[in-house]
């Protein structure tokens, strides 16, 4: 089976600094890649995915993340964040079944 | 769209009752899936269904039972309820299996073993 680790388990930063949330998996089969947000008491959003073809992906608040399948990541990036952005993110790898990882809470700060 | 719905919202149960957590989907997805979600875990897949009438189990089955009777709806029965239990379950489903395409998440339900 596949396994994803995120390797921050928290990263506060400030409002309109650049974040990069790590994320690396491992699988022996060919995977799709996603970010899932959750805000405080709510279920899972889908932030952004990876199936196939180019492998920088954006999503419409943006963030990006790139797939880099020699290094087998898949890093979230913001070159400047919000202070709406403060949830957490969660890397999810699909190959036989579904994987997530440990979740990365992101503070930003005034 | 009602979405993902789950009910109820909070559960606290006594070491060894028996429960059943609903989830609905009004969106004709064909998959479903039950994870549970604990601190410092993520996300873990408990079972899923690719249609009505099938089922399978996920990474951590054991102690859950699951059918799918309907389209719409894939409850979560807790058999004998342990402390380990302890957890916020959601209820996704998708059109792809996993969400190739999404993945729509229910609220959850917040359950305390005691």
């Known amino acids: 089976a596949q396994s994803v680790t995120q390797l921050d388990s928290q990263v506060p930063v400030f409002e309109e600094a650049p974040v990069e949330l790590r994320c690396n998996y491992s699988?022996?089969?060919?995977?799709?890649l996603f970010w899932y947000v959750q805000y405080p008491n709510q279920g899972l959003q889908l932030l952004l995915k990876?199936?196939?073809?180019?492998?920088l992906v954006k999503s419409i608040n943006g963030f990006e993340a790139e797939f880099n399948k020699s290094q087998t990541s898949f890093h979230l990036r913001k070159p400047s964040v919000h202070i709406s952005d403060t949830a957490e993110y969660f890397c999810a790898v699909r190959g036989n079944d579904m994987r997530f990882g440990a979740g990365t809470r992101l503070t930003v700060k005034p | 769209n009602a979405g993902v719905t789950q009910t109820p919202k909070f559960q606290v149960l006594k070491t060894g009752q028996s429960m059943t957590l609903q989830c609905a989907q009004d969106m004709n997805h064909e998959y479903m899936s039950w994870y549970r979600q604990d601190p410092g875990m993520g996300l873990r897949l408990i079972h899923y269904?690719?249609?009505?009438?099938?089922?399978d189990q996920g990474e951590v089955p054991n102690g859950y039972n699951v059918s799918r009777s309907t389209t719409e709806d894939f409850p979560l029965r807790l058999l004998s309820a342990a402390p380990s239990q302890t957890s916020v379950y959601f209820c996704?489903?998708?059109?792809?299996?996993f969400g190739a395409g999404e993945q729509f998440f229910g609220p959850g339900t917040r359950l305390t073993v005691l």
């Open positions: 269904s690719v249609g009505a009438g099938i089922t």
């Open positions: 699988s022996s089969v060919s995977v799709y």
């Open positions: 996704a489903s998708s059109y792809g299996q």
């Open positions: 990876y199936l196939s073809g180019s492998t």
